[in-house]
């Protein structure tokens, strides 16, 4: 530990440090007896915090000063609307509406100049976005008009652990690169179900994957997180360091820091056994009452899930119900969907295969469509769900006009004995309960408007009718919520007020909720 007289004296040091640009406190300073460790450099950040005021610049005035300090620092790293691959990295995103354009774009390819342009966003006072793997899909929550981009795409350093308990990745990588790098010790591990989802976003918001019903949450199988924190501190959050942001970190989204690095817990998967399942219109209300039946026995006696949806062609009016189900082993076809197997369907097939090969063919192209995600949850009810199904059928009938219009209705099965994992794991997480959902998407941006009106509408009036019948959860899962939805409303309470707490903390300044302001965000205290 360093002594007081020691801190003060690189607090000393810190304020004659800074020169090109604001280096952070933990990587710049090092203690005569050793460096610092991660609760002190806590302390540190909250003392130097205490003595700075951040100013909230206008957009330009703010972005203009980063763009200039980043481009005296790191030239190369930096790319203006002139540079040749400015368009590129501006529309590298997976919904057409999350492009927009930003001042600069800044591409680390180091933790330390995370911290150095977190630093300099805060000194000047400019607003920014940062981008993961690029899927959250609405203007403003990963890309910014005016401000800054940190486009983390260049952090993409992955390894499995000597022991190859865990695996470590950067904020650059995305699913199929952690699937590949486990896959040769026989590994798996709990993370997105797409191959191109990152890694940073979903964990920081929790996580959907085919085998929650066993192993959590993929928020819940992070063992650690490197952060960097609002005033460019860098720190490490796990079972023993910084435990209170550990847990923040767990569903919490981008409200406290920026993860350069995750260390995920790995299992020894080396195979799945697998499903692909297509129906007829007819199988629908058959479809849903199994869908229902596996929500509500879902133990986790055998790892499995799903991917359960029913796409509407509002032109052709073809109704389309399909399930991609795998499960943890070799026994095919996968017993846990035994429900669905006895419905006359068009397609089956069924696999055994190495996760990865799984992963591998579930692509989701980027820049293919404009989409507006919403949901609502409700406790497992098939009568209830064939209701909601039919008045959404209804509602799509009635919007048939808008160009490219691709309705899809997905019920997303969130098992209580994935909420088991975190009650049992010492730690917990942010959120809980049961999930279902719909999103649609669609090709024309002058229906934007109309269709999250549309879509807003229909759930608002659903939830209604599942409150009456005692069967709403307030629960939104933030990687499928609306622009217009707030999920930390369906939180515990107690839970955001101790996010919040936590959020002032470690972002005193707020550099986490007024500089970098889109995605989900705690609000004001
Ligand atoms: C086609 C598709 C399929 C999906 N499938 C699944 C699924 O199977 N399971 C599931 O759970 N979810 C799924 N989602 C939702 C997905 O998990 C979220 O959209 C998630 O936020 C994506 O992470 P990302 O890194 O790609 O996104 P980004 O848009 O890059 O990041 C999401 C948010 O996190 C912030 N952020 C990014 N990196 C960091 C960082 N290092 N530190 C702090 N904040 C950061 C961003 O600013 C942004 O607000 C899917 C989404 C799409 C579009």
Known sequence: MASSNELIKILTELGESRSCVSRSIGKSISLSGGSLEADELSLLAAVVSSTENITIANLSTGSSCACAQLASCYGSLLLTSNSTNYTAEATDYWDVRADLLPKCIFMPTKADQVADAVSVFASCGAQFAIRGGGHMNFPGSNNIDGGVLLALNNLTDIKVASDNATIEAGPGTRWIDVYTALSDYGLYCIGGRLKTIGVAGLELIGGFHYLNNKYGMAMDNVVSYDVVLGNGTQVVANSTLNRDLFWALKGGSSNFGIVTKFTIKTLKIPYISTTIQEFNESAVPDFIAATANLANNDGPDIAAGSVISISYNATTKVVSPSLLGVQEGTESPPSRFANFSVIPSVVTENNVMRPLEWHSQLDSPFQMFRVQFAHKTIKPDADQLYSIYKAWKTAVDEISDVKGLYPTFVMNILPASSLSVAKNNGIGNT???????????????EDDLRMTNWARSLLDYWHLENQAKNLTSEFIYMGDAGDFQYPFAGFPLENVQRMREIRSAYDPLGVF?????????????
């Open 431 to 445: 959120w809980g309960l049961d999930d279902d959902q719909s999103y649609i998407r669609w090709a024309n941006a």
């Open 513 to 525: 909720s007024r500089l970098n302001w889109g995605g989900f965000k705690l609000g004001a205290n």
